[in-house]
């Protein structure tokens, strides 16, 4: 049986997501359902059996830690990927003197 070809891209971004302690939105496909299901994901650490990738994980879906096979994430998208462009950032601006001329004045 050929061992299992895992995409280089997703796994930097599953390792990134583990360094950073930060979570996936991932849509799974269970050998238990029909249909994939979308999932938030803590992944904690990665393994190969031989056969297969795996990333162990708490499913906040769930409450639980259980095995992923990467083969089985059709998609995933990094919590912080996500909510890049949603920081809201505070900035002063000072209020100036106004010295209106007199054709601007009400």
């Keep these: 049986i050929p061992a299992q ?3 280089l891209e997703a796994l930097n971004q599953l390792l990134s997501t583990i360094r950073q302690k930060n979570a996936l939105h ?7 359902w029909l249909d994939p ?3 938030w994901i803590e992944p904690h650490a990665i393994a190969f059996d031989g056969f297969h990738w795996h990333a162990r994980a708490h499913c906040q879906n769930d409450a639980v830690f ?3 096979l ?3 994430i059709l998609r995933f998208v990094s919590r912080l990927t996500r909510h890049l462009w949603q920081k809201m950032i505070l ?3 000072p209020k100036l003197p106004l010295k209106l001329g007199p054709t601007l004045r009400f």
Excluded: N
């Design 26 to 32: 991932v849509t799974y496909q269970s050998m238990s």
């Design 5 to 7: 070809v895992v995409d």
């Design 91 to 93: 900035i002063g601006i």
């Design 70 to 72: 990467l083969s089985r």
């Design 37 to 39: 299901t979308e999932r």
């Design 66 to 68: 259980t095995d992923f």
